[in-house]
């Protein structure tokens, strides 16, 4: 792997560690769907604006029907059940359950689209999930219904995830593949449309309490357009460029930035078991990566 897809990936985990900042302040006041819908709306309005200024060609190439049910699949179901997480779960809790996604990753691989699962993918896998345990044990909250529900939510998240990451490379990287920019856009366009009709219904059925004043809109700006536009045209560009396996690889360099940024801004407890889940997850990173670049090299 190239220093720019390293770069690349220690940038998406660093805004996707933010995410659930933003999602922990927001959730617990304006409620789960319209978190969700704004999330990704603010994102597709974003992204509209973003490929005008550039002149992006609007070619789908056909594939304009099938990038919208992948956004639901990747982007429309998962932001809703971090939401329904983030009302009840730390921001760091959020981002150390999101790093079972390569997990995900490699058994629906085996199970459904033929990926070896070779021993290093497996023990890499499994060392990221015990450092994800030990920093578990760091958090503030009690082994409660709360917690099995929100990490319940944060695990049906990974699994659209793993899911999405293969169907986005057998459906959009065929016959010439997919500009990423289109593929981020097509993405929060189907999740929108798949979340309006719900945030229709759930505005009229229980309207929020409130609103939210200045900080909630504004983490609502940060959430869509820095952590959802700018962050799905980097992770659609990794899955062309890198593959999904190694793409969502990106999730076990999550818990760290979503620990420390729930630490810096909402005062959420440190501990030195973060730094040996810290430890473990880049042991992990090595292990799932490692071989692959060594394979690679014996091709070239």
């Known amino acids: 792997m190239n220093p720019v897809d390293i770069l690349r990936l220690l940038s998406l985990a660093a805004i996707w560690g933010a995410s659930f900042l ?3 302040i927001i959730a617990p006041e304006i409620g789960t769907i319209p978190t969700a819908f704004f999330r990704v709306s603010i994102a597709a309005t974003g992204l509209l604006v973003i490929l005008a200024l550039m002149r992006v060609s609007w070619d789908f ?20 059940l971090y939401s329904v997480a983030a009302q009840v779960l730390p921001a760091g ?3 150390i359950f999101n790093a ?9 691989g085996g199970l459904f689209f033929s990926e070896k ?3 290093s993918k497996l023990a890499g896998v499994a060392l990221g999930l ?16 709360e917690l099995l529900l929100g990490a319940l939510a944060c695990l049906l998240a990974t699994t659209c995830y793993g899911f999405a990451g293969f169907l986005a490379r057998r459906w959009l990287d065929h016959q ?30 229980q309207p929020p309490v409130s609103w939210g004043g200045w900080n909630v809109w504004l983490s609502l700006l940060g959430l869509g357009l820095g ?3 700018l962050a799905y045209i980097l992770y659609f560009r990794l899955l062309t460029s890198i593959g999904p396996i190694k793409s969502m690889t990106v999730t076990f360099m999550i818990p760290p930035f979503g620990v420390l940024w729930g630490a810096l801004f909402l005062d959420e407890p440190l501990s030195m078991a973060h730094i040996y889940g810290g430890v473990l997850i880049a042991a992990a990173l090595w292990l799932v990566l490692k071989p692959v670049a060594a394979k690679a090299s014996r091709q070239a």
Not at 61 to 80: D, E, H, Y
Not at 100 to 108: E, R
């Open 22 to 24: 933003f999602m922990r």
């Open 61 to 80: 190439r056909g594939k304009f029907k099938t990038v919208l049910l992948l956004g639901v699949i990747n982007s429309g179901i998962p932001a809703t």
């Open 93 to 95: 809790y959020s981002a």
């Open 100 to 108: 079972t996604t390569p997990l995900m990753g490699v058994l629906i």
């Open 117 to 119: 699962l070779s021993l």
């Open 130 to 145: 015990l450092g994800v345990a030990v920093l578990t044990r760091a958090g503030p909250m009690a082994f409660d219904m």
């Open 176 to 205: 010439g593949g997919l500009d990423s920019r289109l593929s981020a856009l097509g993405s929060m366009l189907g999740a929108t449309l798949f979340l309006l009709p719900l945030f229709g219904y759930s505005v009229i059925s």
């Open 227 to 229: 952590c959802t536009a």
